[in-house]
């Protein structure tokens, strides 16, 4: 299939905004793929690489090449071109992919340019991503969409089984099952602003710490143990004490989700960023093993035997998990029955504080009788954290892409530093509406003073109230710090840049996380 059908497609579904006709499209579209090819037209249109991430750079995919007159770029040859870029290594790597990329742009015309640019830097913002792909695959096929949700849940990929849905239909999903050594999508959780909040909405609950680490799910099978992390990729050989825990537990089959930290002698968490330096490392895992050791903490079990246990309650499955798994390596927790009751609210409160104060980052509430929805984020699963916020300045902005081009979109953030410059923070992009979005790409017009192409730098006048979940230690900013899981709650005219936090605000805010 030539990739100009599915850039078609994408621009398509990004100039509507009913979902009916976003799956109308897609099903269209599925159906006309040859099946060989299904699986790559589904990823795309979801917005995703086979490969993952490449490391293909922003400055990289910016660079002006001519684009070709007529369209005969395929999805096949597309997917090769990626593999063949992040299969480069050694000397000469970096020309060598630079050669790829600018062959593979210029085998594209100037709308498949446009749409790939936004595939390779994981920016595909028409609104076609799982949700909408899964329902324009399932009315390709002709099955319920919950099928096929469910199939592509337990198989981990959406695209394979979709695939082989409209390769043999409703067929399909009868071999799709929960097996160990097979990740599945984590269930994902919903926010509450309070405990009172949670515990209202969800009736008979437990409240778990929320710790702040890498989220795994450890499959065991006999000596054979596998750990992966929550985007499905394996893990194991870099985190060898937990596969070593996960041989001495009772159970010869099973799947656990929980989450691995890093802890201090005092028994206090270290930084997340830590956490995530040490897993990501993939040279010298002794050593690193040695400089930070890990623990991983369980609260939730999947499978156990030949026992397929996600739909069992939360109630059921801990009892499962509490066979498995010891009480020092669960996460704590505090089951409330009756949250309606004085007594057990101000207990789940003094749960909620008491984590605080352990230098945890808030905590989840989960209804007792909820099943394990992998993949979804439902609302029977809701995390509470506190919320932190400043009112920083806007330095610079980088230029949209995706369904965002041609609007100023990326901002970056900083605080007033004590010689009356600018320290910078952190990026984001998260929390604009499209009203605000085209606002502020007026505004920042007016105020640039530098444009090289990608990133506009405007003068600091503009304050803008940001919302974000903690701080991370930073080398890469000048204040040693920076943002984590920044987003935009408003402008602030109100405030001139000399109103705006400064660096010893947010160093104090660190210091007291």
């Known amino acids: 299939m030539l990739l100009a059908e599915v850039a078609r497609v994408s621009r398509e579904v990004a100039g509507t905004s009913a979902r009916s006709h976003k799956t109308a499209l897609l099903a269209e579209l599925f159906a006309a793929a040859p099946p060989q090819e299904a ?20 400055r990289a995919l910016a660079r002006e090449v001519e684009p070709a007159a007529a369209p005969a ?49 994981g920016e595909v913002r028409q609104g076609a991503l799982d949700a909408v792909a899964l329902d324009g695959a399932a009315a390709a096929a002709g099955v319920p969409a919950a099928a096929l949700r469910r199939a592509a849940m337990l198989d981990g990929s959406l695209a394979r089984v979709a695939a082989a849905v409209l390769a043999d239909g409703a067929a399909a999903l009868r071999g799709v099952t929960l097996r160990v050594g097979r990740p ?65 537990l009772p159970g010869e089959r099973f799947i656990l989700d929980g989450e691995v930290i890093g802890q201090a002698p005092d028994g206090r968490p270290v930084p997340f960023q830590e956490v995530a330096s040490r897993v990501g490392s993939r040279t010298d895992v002794e050593t690193a093993r040695r400089m930070l050791p890990v623990v991983p903490y369980f609260f939730d079990v999947l499978a156990a035997g030949d026992e397929v246990l996600l739909d069992l309650p939360v109630r059921e499955r801990y009892a499962a998990l509490a066979a498995l798994v010891p009480e020092d390596w669960r996460v704590r927790r505090l089951v409330v029955e009756d949250p309606s009751g004085q007594e057990a609210a101000a207990e789940a409160e003094e749960f909620w504080a008491e984590t605080l104060r352990r230098g945890h980052e808030g905590v989840m509430v989960k209804s007792l009788d909820s099943a394990y929805a992998a993949g979804r984020r439902g609302r029977h699963w809701l995390k509470v954290k506190p919320v932190h916020t400043l009112d920083l300045v806007v330095l610079a902005v980088e230029r949209g892409h995706g369904r965002r081009t041609g609007l100023l979109s990326n901002l970056h953030l900083g605080a007033r ?17 499209d009203d605000v979005l085209r606002w502020q790409s007026e505004r920042l017009r007016e105020l640039a003073v530098e444009d090289d192409g ?56 660190h210091r007291t996380d």
């Open 39 to 58: 699986a790559l037209v589904i990823s795309y249109l979801s917005g995703r690489l086979p490969q993952g991430r490449p490391g293909i750079g922003r």
């Open 417 to 433: 530093a004590a010689d009356g410059s600018y320290a910078m923070l952190g990026k984001t992009f998260k929390g604009l509406t």
């Open 454 to 509: 990608f990133t506009v730098r405007v003068r600091p006048e503009l304050v803008v109230e940001i919302a974000y979940d903690g701080l991370q230690r930073s080398p890469r900013y000048p204040a040693g710090v920076a943002l984590r899981f920044a987003r935009v709650l408003r402008y602030r005219p109100d405030k001139s840049a000399d109103e705006a936090d400064t660096v010893e605000t947010v160093l104090a805010a």
């Open 184 to 248: 599945v999508q984590p269930m994902l959780a919903n926010t509450a602003k309070s405990v009172a909040e949670a515990l209202a909405a969800l009736g008979p609950c437990a409240v778990e710490e929320k710790l702040d680490g890498i989220r795994v799910q450890v499959h065991r099978d006999g000596d054979d143990v596998r750990v992966y992390t929550r985007s499905l990729d394996e893990i194991t050989d870099r985190l060898p004490e937990v596969a070593q825990r996960a041989r001495t």
């Open 73 to 121: 770029l395929t999805v096949t040859a597309v997917d090769a071109a990626v593999t063949e870029f992040a299969a480069a290594r050694g000397t000469g790597a970096q020309a060598e992919r630079h050669r790829i990329l600018d062959s593979l742009l210029g085998a594209a015309t100037a709308p498949e340019q446009r749409f790939l640019r936004s595939l390779l830097s």
